[in-house]
């Protein structure tokens, strides 16, 4: 399994759902809000970003970030970042399964 965290343009948060939306297995998106830093010529600039995080196995990984990929694109500056970690151990808190 592996956390992919996506930092979009909120102005296409709609657009990358839709495209998740169409991944069969998917099992779930959170979404929230993130404000960064961004230098520009020695001055901090402060932006709104969209946040999406996603626990997902192996298999859906390169079908889910070619999807915020392609969706998230603008083609400018700040268009945002993918981020794939492993996940170690998950456990679901209401009954104390282990989810891997």
């Given at each position: ?13 709609e ?30 600039e ?25 969706s ?27 989810i891997?």
């Open positions: 399994m592996k956390e992919i965290k996506a930092i979009i343009q909120p102005f296409r948060l657009q990358v759902l839709a495209a998740l939306h169409e991944i069969e297995g998917l099992p779930g998106v959170t979404i929230s809000e993130a404000r960064a830093a961004s230098v520009t010529r020695g001055h901090y402060q932006v709104v970003k969209s946040k999406l995080e996603i626990i997902a196995p192996d298999e859906l990984v390169e079908t889910i970030v070619t999807a915020i990929q392609s998230a694109h603008t083609g400018n500056p700040g268009d945002g970042g993918i981020f794939v970690i492993p996940i170690e151990r998950a456990v679901r808190i209401r009954t104390g399964d282990q891997l």
